[in-house]
């Protein structure tokens, strides 16, 4: 995610920090102390728990997932396609809230003999031990809040896998999508009528509206997209370049056509791909007259003709492209894009 800050890596999943969060340790110092400090680090820790219990059982379904993210907001584990399978999507889905339960019941016991229930059961700023309390709180807190079924948070997905048993996937998602909407005006109304006006509250409502209006967007996409292959949008007509072709001629064609991504081909074999990110990620560091080899991607994906429109979409966010290659018995035969893609859908929803 743009403006994160990678910490470590964890499972093979990189742990990463948005430069955002990092206002809520200034905030919770500026009104606790150290103690205030303690909390946000808890929140963090627990934030990342949470997040990677999701994650481990989605790599165990085969999802690729690639990095977690904080937010002052919360976390977000950057998955590849979620299942659609019910079953899978409510194990992925509970794992989080599970584990904070099962935290707050570990936690619970130890803190209730070591600081007594005052400390336990008003939690604050004032005390350590009321502080420390906050270890179990927020563990009810995160299970409790992504447990409503407000899509896309947890409880909403978790709502989805159950009526995606008794109807269609879409019908699912259009429905949990409305609890989502109907929740996030909810909060909204709740934000704008406290005195002062709740901002987090706020931004967590506008957060839950939008994300579930992408979320049946996508959804409603896979359904279209299924339905068609490669060879139902391939465009008849495009360029390739060689190895030897200077960016500033790569530019020159950029700018006299429709085609922003080329095929690298060298005595007619596909040997590598050059795409529009590439350029501007490198003109400014190697110029226009170096030859398009020094900047091209020697490991890329291919798709054939008969590949659906669906499974190219999915490569494409995985690699962080927008066109791909299509390949026939080893020859170059087109590229398709994302626009090419983004056509169908803008056609037939």
Known sequence: MKGSIKLFKLFGISINIHITFLILPIIFFTIGGFKGLFVIIAVFVLVTFHELSHSLVAKRHGVVVKEITLLPIGGVASMGSIPEKPQQEFEISIAGPLLNILMAILFFVPLYSLLGQKALFSPSFETWPQAIAYLFWINLMLAGFNLLPAFP???????????????????????AVNFGHIF??????????????????????????????????????????????????LPKDFLTVSPNTTIS???????????????????GALIGFLTSQDIVSNIHKLGIERPVKDIMRKQFPVVTRANSLISVQLMMQEDNIKAIPVVEDGIICGIVSLEDIGRVYSMLR
């Open 153 to 175: 948070m947890d409880g909403g997905r978790i709502l989805r896998s159950f009526l995606a048993q008794r109807m269609g996937y879409l019908n699912a998602t259009k429905i």
């Open 184 to 233: 996030a005006l909810i909060f909204g109304f709740i934000g704008l009528i406290s005195q002062p006006p709740h901002i987090l509250l706020i931004i967590i409502a506008v957060f839950i509206y939008m994300a579930a209006s992408a979320e049946e967007t996508q959804v409603e996409s896979k359904e279209i997209l299924k339905n068609f292959k490669v060879k139902d949008v």
């Open 249 to 267: 001629k790569v530019l020159e064609i950029v700018f006299h056509s429709h085609q922003e991504d080329f095929p690298v081909v060298e005595n």
